[in-house]
């Protein structure tokens, strides 16, 4: 069943596979994020990240507040190609 759950809906990652990657040794947020992609997506983690904290958490024993959180990027949101010739356009008027 939580191979079918998704933790990570920007990347695609299911429940089972951090488990899975955390019983491998990967308990910090950073290694699941280089070998999963898991807080790579367009939210940057603000859909996944507590998940996986707190993954984290019970299999390791501390609390989610003694772990690191790993490194935050702002969310990207896609832009219409035109903004940026109307920014242009009011840069030489
Ligand atoms: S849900 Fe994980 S990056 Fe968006």
């Known amino acids: 069943m939580d191979e079918k759950i998704f933790v990570c809906r920007c990347e695609e990652v299911t429940l089972e596979e951090v488990r899975r990657y955390i019983q491998m040794g990967f308990t910090t947020f950073n290694e699941l994020k280089r070998l999963l992609r898991i ?3 367009p939210c940057q983690g603000r859909g996944c990240r ?3 904290l707190r993954e984290i ?5 501390l609390p989610v507040s003694q772990l690191n959180p790993g490194t935050f990027r702002p969310p990207s949101k896609p ?3 035109g903004l940026f010739s109307i920014v242009e356009s009011k840069k030489r008027s």
């Open 50 to 52: 507590e998940i996986v």
């Open 57 to 61: 958490s019970r299999a390791t024993g």
């Open 79 to 81: 832009l219409l190609a």
């Open 39 to 41: 807080g790579m997506g």
